[in-house]
């Protein structure tokens, strides 16, 4: 097996100090804090406008800069089905009015024999 000194390197890998890339951006660090005792923190450029809420990593619930008033988890409502939401549009009256209707179509179709499918 052949040795050699870059083995396990890349092209442009090697010790490169700020003189070669640069200096870095001044930075903060802002510590974020959740309903559950969870703390990130997270880096952000000085010119960054940093953003008053962030989603917990951990718990995914909503996380603050302040650690005393930490916000509360969004109420999520349950899910609905198709029924629900014309329930909530229409009243029993309603709904039974347009289902004899349409049986009233439907049977004066079969016995013309005009069935559509």
């Known amino acids: 097996m052949a040795t050699g000194a870059i083995r396990g390197s890349r092209i442009g890998s090697g010790p ?7 200096e870095a951006a001044p930075r903060q660090r802002i510590q974020y804090f959740c309903a559950n005792d969870h703390e990130t923190s997270l880096m952000f450029s000085i010119e960054a406008e940093v953003p008053e809420s962030w989603d ?3 718990c995914g619930l909503p996380a603050s800069v302040d650690a005393e008033n930490r916000p509360t988890a969004k109420k999520t409502e349950p899910y609905k089905t198709h029924l ?5 549009r229409r009243s029993e ?9 349409a049986l009233d179509l439907l049977r004066t179709r079969r016995k013309s024999g005009d069935l559509i499918f």
């Not at 009256?93 to 209707?101: F, M, N, P, T």
């Open 93 to 101: 009256e309603e709904a039974k009015q347009i289902l004899d209707e």
């Open 84 to 88: 629900a939401y014309v329930k909530e």
């Open 16 to 22: 490169m100090g700020e003189a070669e890339r640069g």
């Open 56 to 58: 917990c990593p951990r």
